[in-house]
């Protein structure tokens, strides 16, 4: 397991430091620059005043100096300054990197448990009419994007029922949950249908295995067999859905905070691109990154508590 662990490690640190390359590369090579924003805002600004300003913010260095520059402040523990918001960063990324993992922890349980439920009810009665509907529940959760079902719940609860909020964050824990239902909504129901389908076919595939039918021979209950034996071996497929999903649910949370305006990861990094603000960008994403690697990482130590012939 330490092994495991240790490799796992090294991997992710090997990944954010290509993230972090690739992403530095892009957003330097963006025309225009934070000083080009500044002239833009105050003409007044001379030449002289630009080349001066790009000199104290190292703008006037080659790339591979600034990101040097950069990739060193971020291993000493000190994330920079956010221009935009006129903060340090991690005073600006704390709030908003809390806000996006309950959203993601909330999306994840609602999406795990009726995934998973779902998947269980298809898989005990095959071929029938419930199965064919819970198929199709699935077809149209993946086939439909994640900002275009924001905008249907947006339009249906807030707009024409009044029920909930469009958009935001709240005060307060009691106000937070009524604006964290749709964005939870929406990222769920497009994450439920691989829980649904994976949960299906593997407790299918683990009910066909030679125990299961020695456990019925022997005269353990239908509700034994299922959670006793069946579901064990049918979990381990389903958490590999749970580490692939996590990422996926780490890009989906970046659209549907943006949809919900909802301040969370997604809507900072969002904003941090259109204000050319390329420190609060780049640290941004690389800790979105950092969270689908921990989320893979979890996945793959629960498959092994579960299952110890993997870690062999």
């Not at 994330?79 to 918001?85: D, E, H, V």
């Not at 900002?147 to 009691?174: C, D, S």
């Not at 020695?214 to 580490?243: C, D, E, F, Y």
């Not at 905070?257 to 990861?265: D, L």
Request: include cysteine; charge should be positive.
């Amino acid at each position: 397991m330490q092994r495991l662990i240790a490799a796992r490690l090294v991997q992710a640190a090997i990944t954010l430091g290509l993230l972090s390359v690739a992403a530095y590369a892009l957003i330097g090579l963006m025309p225009g620059d934070p000083i080009d924003l500044a002239i833009m805002a105050d003409p007044r600004l001379s030449a002289a005043d630009a080349r001066a300003m790009r000199a104290a913010f190292d703008l006037d260095q080659p790339l591979y100096a600034r990101y040097l520059a950069w990739a060193g402040r971020i291993l000493s523990g000190d994330p920079g300054f956010s221009r935009l918001y006129s903060r340090p960063v991690a005073e600006v990324i704390g709030p908003a990197l809390v806000s996006t993992l309950v959203l993601l922890g909330a999306a994840l349980l609602l999406a795990a448990a009726l995934g998973v439920g779902l998947g269980i009810a298809a898989a005990l009665a095959p071929n029938s009419l419930r199965e064919r509907v819970l198929n199709l529940v699935a077809f149209a959760g993946s086939a439909m994007p994640t900002f275009w079902l924001g905008i249907l719940l947006i339009a249906l609860f807030a707009v024409e029922l009044g029920w909930l909020p469009a958009g935001g964050a709240g005060e307060g824990a009691l106000d937070g949950l009524r604006y964290l239902v749709l964005p939870t909504a929406t990222l769920a129901f497009a994450t439920l249908p691989s829980y649904l389908r994976q949960t299906r076919a593997a407790l299918l595939d683990a009910l066909a295995e030679p125990h299961i039918r020695t456990a019925r021979a022997k005269g353990a209950s239908r509700r034994r067999v299922i959670t006793h034996h069946a579901l064990p071996n049918a979990a381990i497929p389903v958490l590999t859905i749970a580490a692939l999903d996590a990422a996926g649910l780490v890009s989906g949370a970046l659209v549907t905070e943006t949809v919900f305006a909802r301040p969370g990861m997604g809507k900072t990094i969002y904003d941090a691109i259109l204000g050319n603000d390329y420190n609060l960008a780049l640290v941004c994403l690389l800790l979105s990154a950092a969270v689908a690697l921990a989320a893979s990482l979890a996945a793959d130590l629960a498959q092994r508590a579960i299952d110890p012939r993997l870690g062999a």
